[in-house]
C-alpha cells in the first residue's frame, strides 16, 4: 500500500503550502540526525529513517506537479497500469471521472473512517521545544551537569486535561450524538449523496463543556516554567544539538510529549581555536629559540606540558603534541594541539646593536647554509 504522505507529515490534506513547510520543519528537527548523536545505534536507524521519509514527503508535497498527481492518483508518478493509483475514467484515486472523493466519503459513511485523516478525538505526540544553551569552552571539551529553564504547555493538573469544571460539565454533543463527525447531504448529478465531515458543533471531539475549568479556561492545556538537569557529554562542539526525551510540550489526547532540543552555544577560549577534535593556538619565538632551540611550556585542557622548539625551526612550522585536545564525542579518543610557530622579529633595535649584528650575520652568511634561499636562487636562474 502506497505512503500517505500527509499522514508522515500529520497534515490534513486540505493543508497550505505554509501549513506543510511548518510541519516539515518541526519534524525534521525532531529526528535530524545532530539530535541523535549521542544515542544508541538502534535509536539512531530509527531516526535515520524516519528524517528521509520525511524529507521525501516533503519533496513530492512541495511540488505543485507531484503534489497534483499523488492527490489525484495515490501517487506522486501519476497513473500506471495495474498500480494503485490507475483510474481507467481518468479522475481521482476513487476512480470514475471527479467523483473519487464522493465515493470516498460514502465509503467512510459505511465504514466509520476518516478518510485516513487524524480526526480531533486521536493521539498525537506534542511538540518539540527548542531551546539554547551557552557553555563555556571548558565545559564543552570536559562535559557537564547543566540545569534548562523553560516554559513549556503542560496537561492542566486542576481538571486531569478535560477542560472541565467537574465530569458534570462535560456533555454529550447533541449535533453528533459524540461521534465527532455528522452526516451531509449533497446534490449531484447523480443525485443526492451523503457526504461525512467533522462537526462543527464540538470541533470533531464528540464534547460540549458546559462550565469550563477556572484553571486553563477549558484549554485542558497551561502554560507553566519548567526546570530540568541534563548531562553534557564531554567533547560537544557550537550548535550540535541534545535531545531531551518526553520534556517538550504535552501531547494532545493522550499522546506522549514532545522533546526538549538543546543547542549549544559554545564561549571562545582566549587562546585555543577549536577544529574538530584539535586544538589550535599560533606561538611566537623569540629569533634566538628560533636558532639555537628551545624548550618551552605550553597550557593544555587540564595542566601545562612541555614541548620542544628544534634548533633552526622555520617560520610556520607545525608542532603536534598527541592526544592533548578534545575528547570524541562518540569514541574514547582524543585530538591533538596543533601549535604554529611564528618566529617574532624584533623591532626597537638600538644603533650600536644593530651594527654588530650586522657584523656578526654578515660574518654567518659567508659560512652558514641556508637551504631555502639557496632553492630560491636556482629557481630564478632557470628563469635565465
Known sequence: MAKNYYDILGVDKNASADEIK?????????YHPDVYATASDKEKAE??????????????????????????????????MGGAGFNPFGGGAGGFGGFGDIFSDIFNTFTGGAGGRANA???????????????????????????????RVEKCSVCG???????DSVKVCTKCGGRGRVVVQQRTMLGVMQTERVCDMCGGTGKIIMDPCPECKGKGRVRKKRTVSINIPAGVDNGQMLNVRNEGNAGYNGGPNGNLIVVFRIKPHPLFTRRGNDLMFDMPVTVTQAI??????????DKPTRVEIPAGIKNGTV??????????????????????????????????????LKEYFDKLDQSAQYEDVEKFRKKLKSLD
Open 22 to 30: 511548518s510541519a516539515y520543519r518541526r519534524l525534521a528537527k525532531k
Open 47 to 80: 531516526a535515520e529513517a524516519k528524517f528521509k521519509e520525511i524529507q521525501y514527503a516533503y519533496d513530492v508535497l512541495s511540488d505543485p506537479q507531484k503534489k497534483a498527481a499523488f492527490d489525484q492518483y495515490g501517487s506522486e508518478d501519476g497513473p500506471t
Open 121 to 151: 478525538t486521536s493521539a498525537r505526540g506534542g511538540d518539540d521545544i527548542e531551546v539554547e544553551l551557552t557553555l563555556d569552552f571548558k565545559e564543552a571539551c570536559f562535559g557537564a551537569k547543566k540545569e534548562v529553564t523553560y516554559t
Open 161 to 167: 486535561g478535560t477542560g472541565a469544571k467537574d465530569k
Open 292 to 301: 639555537f632551540g628551545d624548550v618551552v611550556e605550553i597550557p593544555t585542557l
Open 319 to 356: 608542532i603536534k603534541v598527541k592526544g592533548k585536545g578534545v575528547k570524541d564525542l562518540r569514541r574514547n579518543v582524543y585530538g591533538d594541539i596543533v601549535i604554529t610557530v611564528k618566529v617574532d622579529i624584533p623591532r626597537n633595535i638600538g644603533v650600536r646593536q644593530r651594527k654588530e
